[in-house]
Structure formats: structure tokens, C-alpha cells
């Protein structure tokens, strides 16, 4: 054994071992969460597929041309030049070594496309550089850490080049040289300088050394540095949410062993959501579309994820030691309360993140532990809190008049007519708000157009509980929820359909951890079913050009687009015009995550911004499918003094004057 081949295996073992460590510590932190993991076992042959698409087949990381094409070929090329940084140490402890024993002729062609793609790879890194540091991104950022995996990425491509260019021109220069389609420019770039055979053979051999102690290096550093992403992002992809829909996790109360609600430490949350903090490529896909970022707020999901990951480091040792009781805090100087108070829950940063991430889940347990554990909420909210629990409705409304709005419409309830094809489920905005009452006529009128048997609640029905529950008071959404899936099981409810996308949205996926298992339709869905079979004929012309505005918890939540769109160009002489941010990349009005219920008071309105954009279209009509989104365009309209010029209509609205 020479001294060369003794001393690489003492920095081998050591940069090995180390690493070994390292990632042994990041594993221990995992198990040593104590936060109920959903469960994401199921649909295995669907989850390897998925897998094989988005990780393999970069089909997420995609989604941004430039960036991910630059991605994919370092991604794949890595695999591919693994190969041979194998074949460099397996040489190094046992010299005559080598892949050619798979053929000369695949061996060859292996050879060039190594040689190949390390020049695309290097070709890649100048092309991210360019992006980091001359374009510059805003959710990108500026990143120490990712600029020293670059220039370890681009140094590790560089070292193989010029290692293969100096062995093309020494004495072990093999019969295959030429398969190195890149090197061999190299490597005439080197004969130029006249060295003899051998002093090229040394240079070469240097440089092979140079590679490979840039491979344990970087080995070594992996663990502490965004490109752990490259480790963790496999799994998390793998136990990701399959469907779009997706409903917030539930807390057993009846479990007295039970001591801690939400999230005060980062040790209450879960393994899985830490996984998702180690994935995370820090590339700011979910800033760029964040609202409260882009309206000056202080949330970041990107900075969040990352603040998390840091309070997670920091504590390491408490955790490790089983000291739970010395861990800080997860609201710090990074994760404030104006940080998780800002969302609103409108998941475009899951919807965009390449390694989905769920950063709402993280924000609604840190709520919870301030709402129930800590009593600490903005102000107004524990007015919104006790009008739910007297009144079952967020407002100062009585619940005998809940029914009232439909006197004169001749609208039965389920008391006196249980038979019935259909629950209308009408929600605390149509029961109380005048205009929200209207859209609740319209879509009565279409109904009965139609000739569907339906029947509302009346004043048996209660709020869902949803803004309790995106606030962050489990409890009193569970009551409501238990409440309401009593009265529906009790009348035999099969079908519900609502206007309103939060209704649609908790009773369609989250009543069903309750025992409340239904079929939920929001109306956009119902209308346009009833259009296609020809029960309702849109055949009144509206001369107007119609925006659509995408409510969040109808199209990140539910991934229902096309349906209110269809309703819409099912309308003669209508014509349909998007706004600059539409389907997936939506701009939300404000509202979700229960702020319709909290005073906006940092940076720029978000329902403003969502209205300028929508005047920006120069329609007539900006159309909406939920009411929370009709108020908060509607005030955005009437802030910019266009109330005489533009109208914001729901699609039942547009269709009752169509028919």
C-alpha cells in the first residue's frame, strides 16, 4: 500500500464518518418529535410512481423553465458522473480498476456521456451563478450556502476536466480517449504548454486527488447546507399529499394523555414536518407568490421554513439530551407573531414548492398554541370567538334569524320536507350578509329552474367552524362540526351543495374525521353539471368581458378551475379575459386563514392589490364564486372609485340573468 492510497483512506473514513454523524444527529432530531405525523403509507405503488415523476423526472422543478432545466441536467448529471467518481476510488485502492468489464463499446459510450455531462454540469453552474448574482431574483435571495455548493459543484467538474485533459496526454492515456468528447479540447488546450508525458501523467493523477477530496468535502458539508435537499427531498416527495384536497389535522381531546395543544416548541410538531424543513432547496417558488410577502407583510414561507429549520439546529442539544423542557420557544426572532398572523392560508406556497413542503400545517399548530395555550390572538378575534359560541356565527347575529333570508322565497327545510335530492348548505355570509343574500337567491332561482328537490337547515344550521379552526381554536370548530354533523346524520344527508368554497371545503374534507362522510359540491360544480345536462340554458345574452377571480379554498384547496370558467362561457356574448395571476398562481383576496375577521393593519391590502389586478383587465365584471372574495373585491373596487364603472357578480348571479 503506498503512503498516498494510506492517507486517502484516513481522510476517506474521516470525511465518511463524519458525515455519518452528521446525518445521524439530523435523524435523531426526527425521532425526537413529538408531534402527531399524518399517515403516508398508503397508495404505495402510486407514491413510487409519483416519486419516479417528480424526482426522476423533475416534473415539479420544471414548472420553471430556466431554472429547472439547469437543475434537471446537475440533478441527472450528478447520477451519471457518480459513476465514475466510483470508478476514480475503487482505481485508487485497486489500480488496474475499471468499468470496462460491462464491454468496450457501452464502456466507451459511458465514458462520453460522463465527459459530456460534466461540461453540461459546469455549463449549469454558470448558469445558476449568473441567476444568483446577476439577475438576482427576489425570492431567491442571496445565499452564502448555496454559493459555496455551486462553486463545490463547479470546482468538482472543473478538477475531472482537467484531470481527464492531462491523462490524454500521458503515457496511460487508454484506447478510449476519444469518448471524451470534451476533455480531449482540453486537452489540447494543455499540449500547447509542452509538458512531457510524464510530468501530464503527475498533473493528472494531482488532479484525480484534487476531485476526490472535493467529493469528501463536499460529503462532509452536505448535512449542514441546503443541498440536504438532496437527501431528504426523495422521502418527503414520496410521503407527500396525493390529492390536492387536503383538510387540517385533528386533535383528539379526548386523549388525556394530552398535555400540549399546537405548537409552542419546534418539538411539538412532528418528524414530518421537520423532514420538510431539511428538504427545502431554499429556491423562494413560494415567496414569489406568497400574498402577504408581496403586499409587504413579514411572512415569507421560504424564510419561515427557514427560521423553523434554525430554531430546530439551535436546540439540538436539548433535544438530543432529552431536555425538552430547555428547548426555546418556536415564535423567535425569526418566527414572530405578525409572521403567522400575516397568512391566509391560501397554500400557493405548497401548491408551488418542487419538494411539497406543507408550510400551512406548521402556521396552524403554532396557532393553536397561542390561541388555546397561550390566549394570545390579534384583536377582535375573541369577539369572533364568542359570537360563534353563542350565536354560531362569526357575527353579532342572532341564530334565530339565520333562516330569514329566504322567507319569502318559498324554500323548504329539512324539518318539513326530509325527502329531498339536495342539502343546500347556505353558510353564515348568505344567512347574514345583504349581499351575499343575493347570490343565495340567484342560485335558489337556478335551482328551481332546474327542478331539483331541495331543502336548506334553516335555523338548525351552524357555522362550519372553519375561521375558528384557521384561527387556531380547535376546540370550538370541533363543537360547531359535531354539532352540524349531528343534524345532517340525523335528516340522512347524502348530497350538500354551497356557495361558499370554506363551507365546501371543510364539510367535503375535514367533517369526515368526524363521521360526517358526504358528497360536497360547491355551486360553480353544481351549475355547471346542470348546464351540461341541459337543465338549465343559459340563452339571455350579458355583453360584458368577465374576469374570474380563482378563490383559494375553490382552486389550491379543491383544484377546481375549469368548472366557474365553463358557467362563465356557457353565457352568450360573454367573453372571459384572465388576469395576470390566475389558476394555481392567483393572487387571494385577503380573506382566508380567518383574516376576514382581522384588521389588515401592515403593508399594502392584499384585496387591493387582487383588485388592481383585475381592473387591469379593463372587464366589466369581476366574477367571483365565494363571499368572502365578493366583499373583499367587492371593497376593493369601491377604494378605487370604479363601483360605477365595474360590477363584482358571482357566477350564479351571471347565470339567473342568463336564463
Known sequence: MTWQTFLFLIVAGAAFGYSVYRFSLLFKLLKAQQGKAPVRWNEIPTRVIDSVIHVLGQKAVLQKKYIGTLHTIIFWGFIIITVGTLEQFASTLYQPFNFSFIGEGPYFYLLWIQDLFTFLILFAVAGAFYRRLVVRPEGLGQSRDANIVLTFTGSLMISILVMNGFHILSPIAASHADAFVVSKHVASWFAALGFSPETNENLGTFFKWVHMLLVMGFAAYIPHSKHLHIIAAGPNT?????????????????????????????????WKDSLDL?????????????????TQKPLSPKLLVLGLKENLYRNKEAILAGKIDEVSPVIDENTTQDVIWACTSCRACEVACPVFIEQTDKIYDIRRNLVMMESSMPDGVQAVFKNMETNATPWAFSSADRGKWAEDLSVPTMAETPQIDLLLWVGCAGSYDDRNKKVLRSFVNILKKAGVRFAILGNEEQCTGDPARRIGNEYLYQTLAKANIETLNRYNVKKVVTACPHCFNTIKNEYKDFGGDYEVFHHSQFIAQLIRDGKVKPSKGVDETITFHDSCYLGRWNNVYEQPRAVIESIPSARLVEMKQHHDSALCCGAGGGRMFMEETIGKRINIARTEQALDTKAGVIASSCPFCMTMMTDGVKSKEMLDKVKVLDIAELIDQAT
Open 238 to 270: 414520496f410521503l407527500r399529499q396525493l390529492t390536492r384536497e387536503k383538510g387540517m389535522r385533528p386533535i383528539n381531546f379526548e386523549d388525556e394523555s394530552l398535555t400540549q395543544y399546537g405548537a409552542a416548541k419546534i418539538t411539538d410538531m412532528s
Open 278 to 294: 431539511y428538504s427545502c432547496t431554499e429556491c423562494g417558488r413560494c415567496q414569489d407568490l406568497c400574498p402577504a410577502w408581496n
